[in-house]
């Protein structure tokens, strides 16, 4: 427990999606790959020389893409349906609420380059409104790992789960956090930094930032717990709860907007079930201004030192 | 079933249907009336299916795009055996599972859920892509109304399905030049539909989809192509005062107008 802050090897978390789902693909045939053009962009180069026959690519055709993947499991197959995170939930909603979740068709949807990937390109491709789209919806349990193993393992569980599901991945890098062999539990939080005086949630690119926000806070002799929150829906109500209770107050942290998303989503149990105070950090419902995902986060105030002001100025309230 | 023997099932089922949308006090009568013709021969001599096994693997699958005819759904499935016609009387009753809109994982031998509009022609491409990928020898049907054609999600999946050589798809359109509001070609005129069908790269028939002697073929039909019935109907086919009166897309017949239309579909007719 209580690990130094996270120094070691960034790594990009659609290379573990890749791997991982190609070395499923080779042991279970049912396993399709379904794209929008993004073979390079959602890292299926390897898939479709070891595949080719299972990579169907739809072209530029968001609706269609998701409306064949519910297809494609309606005769048997088990897709993976892989897009910018911002065209897949934003452009085929609608599909993914009829066909997908409301059909609770057996898709996979792997949101590739989620949040401010696409830093530099501009808000049309900054997808920080995915989680609240999507966690709204019944039978589809919303994911967004923190580091490559977690990656991994999330993808090896959608593979046997029968349902639909959405990964949110990233394409910036992040250093390993769960140990190797970690089995991926939906809707369970890991416990990553115990403490008593506060609780940092976060998930996808913000976990490792947390991590390094509570060793600094610990050279002010603030013991911060920090909870890896990787499914936001259906959400870790009982670690939430015993968060508030033990520790007095939570801080979350999302490279999603801060309507809507995770915060929102622990803000809905702390309010129903353990009133404490909360601060939630999140790009602040404008758009973002240009820069890349990692000075996109700094600026709205997600930088390990600014973390650890806004924990500081929570404990106050406490 | 031969199709003087067909054409009365569908007379059965377009009295079901009526007496359904008059107890129910909603539905869309008008859309239906153009449809059943089709799907009676779809269900009762085409497709290859197992009431008893709904999710059989090897089932022909259906699509019904335009789902707010669900009701002509519902009566056809019932009286092929999917489940027990006393339940249509729960057509859109608080509680039933016969909502205004189908729900697979609710009514035996419905696939996908369908209401929006351009959504089950994407996911029949699917299920045929599918067919493809695991060698099973299904075909898939989908049915889309006109209007419907108005979506741009429909010719995403008419380009995909060409590229795919999707030829164990056929998409039939419910052609009765009406959507909600008014006449298609006063809203947004997509006919004719046949070339641009052709255009992008698939088969095209046209038949009066409402003449069983035509359908029946259309349907048995297999082509090198994904395959498009464009079927010229009748909105409201079967009841005169109902036939190609927009006011009756989702209409609901008053008790003289219901006796009128049931005598219209009466057995001796």
């Known amino acids: 427990m209580n690990a130094l802050a996270p120094t070691g090897k960034l790594h990009d978390c659609r290379d573990a999606?890749?791997?991982?789902?190609?070395?499923?693909?080779?042991?279970?045939?049912?396993?399709?790959?379904?794209?929008?053009?993004?073979?390079?962009?959602s890292k299926l180069g390897g898939f479709k020389t070891k595949f080719p026959d299972r990579l169907v690519n739809v072209g530029i055709a968001e609706q269609n893409m998701v409306g064949v993947g519910a297809g494609l499991a309606n005769g048997g197959r088990l897709p993976f349906v892989c897009g910018a995170s911002c065209f897949l939930t934003g452009r085929a909603l609608e599909q993914i609420k009829a066909d997908i979740s409301y059909s609770n068709a057996n898709v996979k949807l792997i949101g590739i380059s989620s949040g401010m990937a696409y830093g530099e390109l501009g808000p049309t491709h900054h997808s920080i409104e995915d989680f609240a789209w999507t966690r709204v919806l019944p039978n589809l349990p919303v994911i967004a790992p923190c580091d490559r193993i977690e990656t991994a393992a999330a993808v090896e569980w959608a593979a046997n789960y029968d349902g639909p599901c959405f990964l949110r991945l990233s394409r910036v890098g992040v250093p390993d956090l769960l140990p190797e062999g970690h089995v991926f539990v939906p809707g369970k939080a890991n416990l990553l930094?115990?403490?008593?005086?506060?609780?940092?949630?976060?998930?996808?690119?913000?976990?490792?930032?947390?991590?390094?926000?509570?060793?600094l806070l610990a050279q002010h002799g603030i013991e911060a717990r920090v909870l890896n929150m990787a499914t936001v829906r259906p959400i870790d109500e009982e670690a939430i709860v015993a968060a508030a209770h033990e520790t007095g107050a939570i801080l979350t942290a999302e490279e999603h907007s801060i309507f809507g998303g995770l915060?929102?989503?622990?803000?809905?149990?702390?309010?129903?079930?353990?009133?404490?105070?909360?601060?939630?950090?999140?790009?602040?419902?404008?758009?973002?201004?240009?820069g890349s995902a990692e000075f996109l986060l700094d600026e709205f105030g997600m930088a390990a030192p600014s973390i650890v002001e806004a924990a500081l100025a929570l404990l106050k309230r406490k | 079933m031969q199709s003087q023997e067909l054409?009365?099932?569908?007379?059965q089922i377009r009295r079901r249907d009526l007496q359904a949308v008059f107890e129910a006090g909603a539905g869309h009568i008008g859309g239906e009336m153009s449809a059943i013709d089709i799907m009676t021969a779809l269900y009762f001599r085409v497709l290859r299916i197992y009431p008893d096994q709904p999710r059989h693997p090897e089932r022909d699958r259906f699509v019904l795009s335009k789902g707010h005819t669900a009701c002509a759904l519902y009566v056809t499935l019932a009286k092929r055996g999917f489940f027990p016609e006393e339940e249509l009387s729960t057509f859109l009753q608080p509680g039933s599972r016969l909502n205004g809109h189908p729900n697979c994982n609710k009514v035996p031998g419905v696939e996908t859920n369908t209401g929006p509009l351009g959504h089950g022609l994407p996911v029949a491409v699917g299920m045929a892509k599918a067919a493809k990928l695991s060698g099973a020898g299904y075909h898939t049907y989908v049915m889309t109304g006109d209007g419907e054609m108005q979506e741009g999600s429909n010719w995403e999946a008419i380009m995909a399905a060409a590229q795919f050589a999707l030829n164990n798809l056929t998409l039939i359109i419910d052609h009765n030049?009406?959507?909600?509001?008014?006449?298609?070609?006063?809203?947004?005129?997509?006919?004719?539909?046949?070339?641009?069908?052709?255009?992008?790269?698939?088969?095209?028939?046209?038949?009066?989809?409402?003449?069983?002697?035509?359908?029946?073929?259309?349907?048995?039909?297999?082509?090198?192509?994904?395959?498009?019935?464009?079927?010229?109907?009748?909105?409201?086919?079967?009841?005169?005062?109902?036939?190609?009166?927009?006011?009756?897309?989702?209409?609901?017949p008053n008790r003289e107008q219901y006796e009128i239309a049931l005598a219209e579909l009466s057995e001796s007719n």
């Open chain 1, 17 to 41: 999606f890749a791997e991982t789902l190609e070395r499923l693909a080779a042991t279970n045939e049912a396993i399709v790959a379904v794209c929008n053009d993004s073979v390079g962009s």
């Open chain 1, 193 to 215: 930094r115990e403490g008593r005086d506060l609780t940092l949630i976060a998930n996808g690119t913000l976990t490792h930032r947390m991590m390094t926000a509570a060793s």
């Open chain 1, 263 to 290: 915060g929102s989503a622990v803000a809905e149990v702390v309010v129903d079930q353990a009133p404490v105070p909360m601060k939630r950090l999140g790009v602040p419902g404008v758009y973002a201004h240009t």
């Open chain 2, 7 to 11: 054409e009365r099932v569908a007379r």
């Open chain 2, 177 to 252: 030049r009406f959507q909600q509001g008014a006449a298609l070609a006063d809203t947004n005129d997509i006919a004719p539909l046949r070339p641009k069908l052709e255009a992008f790269g698939w088969d095209v028939s046209e038949i009066d989809g409402n003449r069983m002697s035509e359908i029946v073929p259309a349907l048995e039909k297999r082509s090198e192509r994904p395959h498009c019935i464009v079927a010229h109907t009748n909105k409201g086919h079967g009841i005169s005062f109902m036939q190609d009166r927009v006011d009756w897309h989702h209409k609901v």
